[in-house]
């Protein structure tokens, strides 16, 4: 502080050009400065979701009805929620995904409702993975085995939020 204020005396002492120097020099810490507070400040407060679509075969207020309905799907997690418990049986953000999803599950006889949720960037990163792998190798064989992992790291996920 010492350093600060004997630097301050000479620039507001000195000669006309120093004056200049010096309030310049000034000018661009204190942005600086006030630039990284605002900046670091803005990313504690900001967190990057991003908005996708989940497969939801049915809300339950009753935890039984809800683990009878989870013992009845082929692939599924039970998640509460707004005082309900849900289940989910896939998620996705591709569009082409989702038809082939609806379609699956129809062929099943499973009645979805879609429904937007928020997810992490870190799942979000996940997902896109799962869905680079159903595009490169479109197996029904696979849709369960898949859709259980991405459920999996989904409940993994809001367990670290």
């Known amino acids: 502080m010492t350093i600060f204020l004997k ?8 000669d006309k050009m120093k004056k200049t120097i010096g309030l310049i020099i ?4 204190l942005g600086i400065g006030f630039t990284f507070f605002f900046l670091n400040k803005q990313n504690i407060y900001a967190k990057e979701e991003y908005m996708v679509y989940v497969f939801q075969a049915g809300a339950y ?7 009878q309905k989870l013992n009845e799907v082929p692939v599924g ?19 082409n995904l989702i038809n ?7 062929k099943q006889n499973i009645d979805i409702y879609l429904k937007n949720i928020t997810i992490s960037k870190q799942f979000f990163k996940k997902l896109n993975n799962y869905e680079k792998l159903l595009k490169r190798d479109n197996n029904e064989k696979q849709y369960d085995s898949i859709n259980q992992q991405i459920l999996n790291d989904y409940l993994e996920s809001i367990k670290n939020d």
């Not at 000034?26 to 810490?29: K, L, Y």
């Not at 997690?77 to 569009?95: C, N, P, W």
């Not at 082939?100 to 129809?106: Q, S």
């Open 61 to 67: 207020q009753d935890f039984e009805n809800a683990s």
């Open 77 to 95: 997690v039970m998640v509460y929620d707004e005082g309900l418990y849900k289940i989910y049986l896939a998620i996705y953000k591709d569009f």
């Open 26 to 29: 000034i000018s661009i810490s």
């Open 100 to 106: 082939t999803m609806v379609n699956y599950f129809k």
């Open 7 to 14: 630097t301050l005396w000479y620039i507001l002492n000195g």
